[in-house]
T-cell receptor
């Protein structure tokens, strides 16, 4: 039981490059989330997904796209990376039915130069 | 829109003293309020949570109180220890449509001085 797994752990991109952050959970959770964490800003919600095939915008969705491939996987894509997207990204999952805690992945530290 | 405000942003206490962190939320339909602890370089992990039908919950040295009327909730840590030093986040579960989203406060950096 691995919980929530994110890849990669670290990434450096040049401005304008694209990349996809991967996230998978093995807890049979219906809801999955992508957050970014910046100093002094807490965890800000980028996108979330309540079930396979559905996605919704969070607090800071601009510059990102997501895909809920199946119940296990939820990916975050940066089409044209900008220095303002330098951050630590966390994926999380939880069970809406039980309305309980969210479990987090280990995070991806992304630097855009 | 929905938001969660958290205060203070930093808190320094002497070992053995108590620490209190406060949060307010905007959506009166919020019904679940978790608190997370994040150590340096690690992922956030749940330390305690409370549901809207309960006013207080305790787990050893930590407790959470909820005032639904005022829309605020607080984390209380008693007999603080150096290992309590970390960043703490409050959050509120909000359901604007058919799905939940979990909105976090901006975090409190707690330093426990030995």
């Amino acid at each position: 039981n691995a919980g929530v797994t994110q890849t990669p752990k670290f990434q450096v991109l040049k401005t304008g490059q694209s990349m996809t952050l991967q996230c998978a959970q093995d807890m049979n959770h219906n809801s999955m989330y992508w957050y970014r964490q910046d100093p002094g800003m807490g965890l800000r919600l980028i996108y979330y997904s309540a079930s396979e095939g559905t996605t919704d915008k969070g607090e800071v969705p601009n510059g990102y796209n997501v895909s809920r491939l199946n119940k296990r996987e939820f990916s975050l894509r940066l089409e044209s990376a900008a220095p303002s997207q330098t951050s630590v990204y966390f994926c999380a999952s939880r069970s809406d039915y039980l309305n309980t805690e969210a479990f987090f992945g280990q995070g991806t530290r992304l630097t855009v130069v | 829109g929905e938001n969660v405000e958290q205060h203070p942003s930093t808190l320094s206490v002497q070992e053995g003293d108590s620490a209190v962190i406060k949060c307010t939320y905007s959506d009166s339909a919020s019904n679940y309020f978790p608190w997370y602890k994040q150590e340096l370089g690690k992922r956030p992990q749940l330390i305690i949570d409370i549901r809207s039908n309960v006013g207080e919950k305790k787990d050893q040295r930590i407790a959470v109180t909820l005032n639904k009327t005022a829309k605020h909730f607080s984390l209380h840590i008693t007999e603080t220890q150096p290992e309590d030093s970390a960043v703490y986040f409050c959050a509120a579960s909000i359901r604007p449509d058919s799905s939940y989203k979990l909105i976090f406060g901006s975090g409190t950096r707690l330093l426990v001085r030995p």
